[in-house]
């Protein structure tokens, strides 16, 4: 989200308000609260979320406003960002609720790359019981990771037919 917001905010004329800018600020300063909230322990502060949702609400109905539905693609694109931010304002701002709930999909951005990167490498995989085992492999090294377990060991034990598997709860 904040990607797209900075893409609109670096196309916007120099010296002139962005609605864009508004919303990043917004999202960035709810970020700020859910992680000193994590940290703490203490609940985020009602009339701070509210303030920043209400600056975030107001951005996303202003960028419906400038923007049209029906003009350049480009212009399009930034209609259909202002509405999801209203849309989906629940989705995206779960991290709020939810202090485990991560603010941005970096993991998950994290876990795809490798198989993107070996498609550009190789310009494919090349047969389709390839591919599975690959993501199978990767889904097992991520998943370790995630536990804190070393990736070599993993595949050590893994190799040796003992394979390390989470506990389930």
Same mark, same amino acid.
């Not at 109905?61 to 202002?82: V, Y």
């Given at each position: 989200?904040?990607?797209?917001?900075? &893409? *609109?905010?670096? =196309?916007? $004329?120099? %010296? !002139?308000?962005?609605? @864009?800018?508004?919303? #990043?600020? /917004?999202?960035?300063?709810?970020?700020?609260?859910?992680?000193?909230?994590?940290?703490?322990?203490?609940?985020?502060?009602?009339?701070?979320?509210?303030?920043?949702?209400?600056?975030?609400?107001?951005?996303?109905?202003? &960028? *419906?406003?400038? =923007?049209? $539905?029906? %003009? !350049?693609?480009?212009? @399009?694109?930034?209609? #259909?960002? /202002?509405?999801?931010?209203?849309?989906?304002?629940?989705?995206?701002?779960?991290?709020?609720?939810?202090?485990?709930?991560?603010?941005?999909?970096?993991?998950?951005?994290?876990?795809?790359?490798?198989?993107?990167?070996?498609?550009?490498?190789?310009?494919?995989?090349?047969?389709?019981?390839?591919?599975?085992?690959?993501? #199978?492999?990767?889904?097992?090294?991520?998943?370790?990771?995630?536990?804190?377990?070393?990736?070599?060991?993993?595949?050590?034990?893994?190799?040796?037919?003992?394979?390390?598997?989470?506990?389930?709860?």
């Amino acid at each position: 989200m904040l990607r797209e917001l900075q &893409g *609109i905010i670096d =196309t916007a $004329p120099a %010296g !002139t308000w962005c609605w @864009a800018s508004q919303a #990043a600020e /917004a999202l960035v300063a709810l970020h700020r609260l859910a992680v000193d909230a994590a940290v703490t322990g203490i609940a985020i502060n009602a009339t701070d979320l509210a303030a920043h949702i209400r600056l975030l609400r107001h951005a996303a109905h202003i &960028g *419906i406003t400038q =923007t049209s $539905p029906r %003009g !350049t693609k480009l212009m @399009a694109a930034r209609h #259909a960002l /202002a509405c999801r931010l209203v849309d989906r304002e629940a989705d995206y701002l779960r991290f709020t609720r939810d202090l485990r709930v991560p603010a941005d999909n970096n993991g998950c951005e994290r876990d795809i790359r490798m198989i993107k990167l070996r498609q550009k490498v190789s310009g494919c995989l090349r047969t389709l019981t390839g591919a599975r085992q690959f993501c #199978a492999i990767r889904s097992y090294l991520s998943t370790a990771t995630k536990h804190g377990i070393p990736q070599f060991p993993a595949l050590v034990q893994l190799a040796e037919g003992r394979p390390w598997m989470p506990t389930t709860t």
